[in-house]
Nanobody, 122 residues
Framework: QVQLVESGGGLVQTGGSLRLSCAAS????????MGWFRQAPGKEREFVAA????????YYADSVKGRFTISRDSAKNTVYLQMNGLKPEDTAVYYCAARSGPPALGHEYDYWGQGTQVTVSS
């Protein structure tokens, strides 16, 4: 069992930056690949970024590549999503997820957080 809690969401202007955090507890954090997903009103939940167990491999959706950076700190049992150059289209609830095995771009994750709202104005 893994518990995930997101934080760091909020309201920012177009072009601004935001750093999301996902704190994990329970089973060994390093055993899991981690991912970030988002869901806007009326839209399907979509993949944003993922990172392997040791952080050696990262993956990004085309829509965020070059603007977002996923990272993890095993000592803190935390995964981060640094978001730069934010656009209104980034407005969504952002969820972190944990998965046994390699990172996945789909929804094949075992554990999910409750989400944190990100709103980008203008």
């Amino acid at each position: 069992q893994v518990q995930l809690v997101e934080s760091g969401g909020g309201l920012v202007q177009t072009g601004g930056s935001l750093r999301l955090s996902c704190a994990a507890s329970g089973r060994t954090f390093s055993n899991y690949a981690m991912g970030w997903f988002r869901q806007a009103p009326g839209k399907e939940r979509e993949f944003v970024a993922a990172i392997s167990r040791r952080g050696g491999s990262t993956y990004y959706a085309d829509s965020v590549k070059g603007r977002f950076t996923i990272s993890r700190d095993s000592a803190k049992n935390t995964v981060y999503l640094q978001m730069n150059g934010l656009k209104p289209e980034d407005t969504a609830v952002y969820y972190c997820a944990a998965r046994s095995g390699p990172p996945a771009l789909g929804h094949e994750y075992d554990y999910w957080g409750q989400g944190t709202q990100v709103t980008v104005s203008s």
